[in-house]
């Protein structure tokens, strides 16, 4: 059964583009290991300007197949380099009863 994940990114000072470029490079190569679905993924921004995304991946398996996959260790080091990984219930939207975001 697959796996929804809800991942939250701050872009650091001037890393903006870099950001986006990194997200837009992860579901690919997770797919081609065989670790992400076909479906697909949502993008949103807070009012602070933090990047969410929700994906699935194909199995918790999957998720820990991730952690010891050297392509994908690299890619979270980019993710690293250019932003902070921000956790749901610090963004102000997370209190309210329908948290809403800005389509992207």
Request: proline fraction near 4%; hydrophobic fraction near 45%.
């Amino acid at each position: 059964m697959g796996q929804i994940s809800i991942a939250a990114f701050r872009a650091k000072p001037g890393k903006d583009a870099e950001m986006l470029r990194v997200i837009d490079d992860r579901l690919p190569l997770l797919r081609r290991f065989g670790l992400a679905t076909d479906r697909a993924e949502v993008r949103c921004r807070s009012k602070e300007g933090v990047v969410i995304t929700i994906s699935e991946w194909t199995s918790q398996e999957a998720i820990d197949r991730a952690h010891k996959t050297p392509e994908v260790l690299e890619l979270w080091n980019r993710f690293w380099a250019c932003c902070e990984f921000v956790k749901l219930d610090a963004l102000p939207e997370s209190r309210d009863a329908f948290a809403t975001f800005d389509a992207i």
